[in-house]
């Protein structure tokens, strides 16, 4: 057995503030997580990340933090935070926090400060003079629209590669990097397990030059992935993670093999890889596409064999629903759920479940403009009102929608009672009307629900270690059917995927050790039909 505990255990995201609420504002929060953890290790996971809980205003739910070192009230407090680890400790739950440090948010006292004209501050972020009351460069920022913004007040502008409430921090300055140990170290002193580092590939900026004009980006050629940046992940690992047993993973947007590998050379455990999740993308995130089940495969073989450890994951806080975007959740909402979870938990890596997943959570709909909370959504439906061909309220709601990430962030639906069980109070945001037949109390009674599939794949998983670390080989002989070997010592296991909704001829002894169907047809692989077999 392998001695790093994420290599043998599943990881759940949390999204807090629609987790559960236990005191009834309408915000998940602390006491409702803890509450939650008997649920938790039924299904099987050892590790909890924590999306952000720290002091925000909230422009980007928590990922514009502005004290590092204070829970936000409406999750809770510090003392429970602790407790939520001890408690999970108690039932063998590992709990991670995010790490934001690509930027601050600007209510933040080093912003604040800044602001007032202490030049000391100042330097935390990329305060520069404009050109003729024009922006010191042409960078665009990932929420679409110019990545700087005009003080009056110090008569310069700051750089912000998200919203503007959220001033990349200039990690050319050593303080910065003194601030952000301390931060590291003032967490994992108190028994936090680790940190999923935000957009982590993007912090150290190469130069302010203008970029190459691009469509999407323009600018990233001087802050992706650079050498900078890799030597400030060497620099935490010897300083800091060495020091501990814990998980660094790294959210890393537009790498490739060998940008990724590097990663795993004393920086990051494993990292967050987008090509699989983009794959529904056109000529432009917004533009999106069907995504074929070749695609899929073809695309999750390439970073299996590419890279020697990684993340395994199919949803986030910051997309839609896998069974709406990989899978015809709608007709086929088992299949297509345990097929995905098939995959997420038989492959090479850490599997990452997003909270809901488990029971087979799906989007929303396309939501209103006044319904959206999402930030992102919000500037693309402001950039889309500006070009007439694409600002025809039909088509501007659809690809809005593409980029809108209030689907993952629904409350969580527990019960078929008033909004979902997840508040007695009016939650936060909207609740998914599907609650009333995809909610975990449902699933817990019904021994053939998606949830009672997670349950038994993730028990499978770790009874068999080949799933964890064995090596992995890949047979790509049929058309739609993602067919694999794990072995490890002298035992090895055989799964077979139909990705597909359709039904796939294909001869096989139907003799098998899971699947998700209870009829097997030994001429066909029904759809989205898993089988796993020792060979
Ligand atoms: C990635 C996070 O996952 C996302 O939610 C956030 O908006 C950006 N980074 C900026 O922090």
Not at 65 to 85: A, F, P, R, V
Not at 292 to 297: A, E, R
Request: charged share 25%; glycine share 6%.
């Amino acid at each position: 057995m392998s001695n790093k505990y994420f290599e043998n255990n599943v990881v759940y995201q949390i999204y807090p503030r629609s987790f559960k609420d236990s005191n009834g504002d309408g915000f998940g929060d602390l006491q409702g997580i803890i509450n939650k953890l008997d649920y938790l290790k039924d299904l099987g996971v050892g590790i909890l990340w924590l999306s952000p809980i720290y002091k925000s205003p909230d422009f980007d739910n928590g990922y514009d933090i502005s004290d590092y070192y204070q829970i936000d009230s409406k999750y809770g407090t510090m003392e429970d935070l602790k407790l939520l680890i001890q408690e999970g400790k108690k039932r063998n739950i590992r709990i991670v926090m995010d790490l934001v440090v690509n930027h601050t948010s600007t209510e933040h006292e080093w912003f604040l400060k800044a602001l007032k004209g202490e030049k000391e501050y100042q330097d935390f972020y990329y305060f520069r003079k404009g050109l003729n009351k024009k922006p010191p460069n042409n960078w665009q920022g990932c929420f679409t629209g110019s990545a700087w913004k005009y003080k009056e007040e110090v008569d310069l502008w700051y750089l912000h590669l998200f919203a503007e409430e959220q001033a990349d921090l200039n990690w050319h300055n050593p303080e910065v990097m003194k601030e952000v140990k301390k931060i590291l170290n003032y967490y994992l002193e108190m028994g936090v397990y680790g940190f999923r580092c935000d957009v982590i590939n993007y912090i150290y900026k190469n130069s302010l030059k203008d970029g190459k004009k691009s469509l999407y980006l323009t600018g990233k050629e001087h802050y992706q992935n650079t050498q900078g940046m890799h030597d400030i992940l060497k620099e935490l690992r010897r300083d800091v993670f060495d020091k501990y047993d814990c998980l660094v993973v790294g959210e890393t947007g537009m790498i490739t093999l060998p940008t990724g590998q590097a990663f795993l050379d004393k920086e990051l455990d494993m990292f967050f890889q987008f090509e699989v999740s983009s794959l529904d993308f056109g000529i432009l995130p917004v533009f999106h596409k069907k995504i074929k089940p070749q695609k899929l495969i073809n695309t999750l073989i390439k970073w299996q064999n590419g890279i020697t450890y990684n993340t395994l994951f199919f949803e986030n806080h910051d997309g839609h629903r896998c069974l709406n975007k990989y899978v015809d959740g709608l007709n086929y909402h088992y299949h297509g759920a345990t097929m995905l979870a098939t995959i997420l938990m038989t492959l090479k890596g850490t599997p990452f479940i997003y909270q809901g997943q488990e029971i087979g959570m799906m989007d929303l709909g396309v939501l209103k403009e006044e319904e959206i909370n999402d930030v992102a959504a919000k500037y693309v439906e402001k950039i889309i009102k500006k070009i007439p061909l694409l600002n025809i309220k039909k088509i501007r709601r659809k690809l809005v929608d593409n980029m809108n990430r209030d689907h993952s962030r629904t409350p969580m639906q527990w019960t078929s009672d008033t909004n979902a069980g997840f508040s007695k109070g009016k939650p936060w945001f909207k609740v998914n009307p599907n609650y009333l037949n995809i909610n975990v109390e449902k699933e817990e009674n019904d021994n053939s629900s998606v949830l009672a599939f997670y349950k038994q794949i993730i028990q499978f998983r770790k009874e068999n270690t080949c799933l964890s670390l064995g090596d992995i080989k890949f047979d790509t002989s049929h058309k739609n059917i993602f067919k694999y070997f794990r072995t490890y010592n002298d035992k090895a296991l055989e799964i077979i995927i139909n990705v597909s909704s359709k039904n796939i001829k294909y001869k096989h002894a139907t003799k098998c050790l899971l699947s998700n169907y209870k009829l097997l047809n030994e001429n066909i692989l029904q759809p989205y039909e898993i089988l796993i077999k020792t060979i």
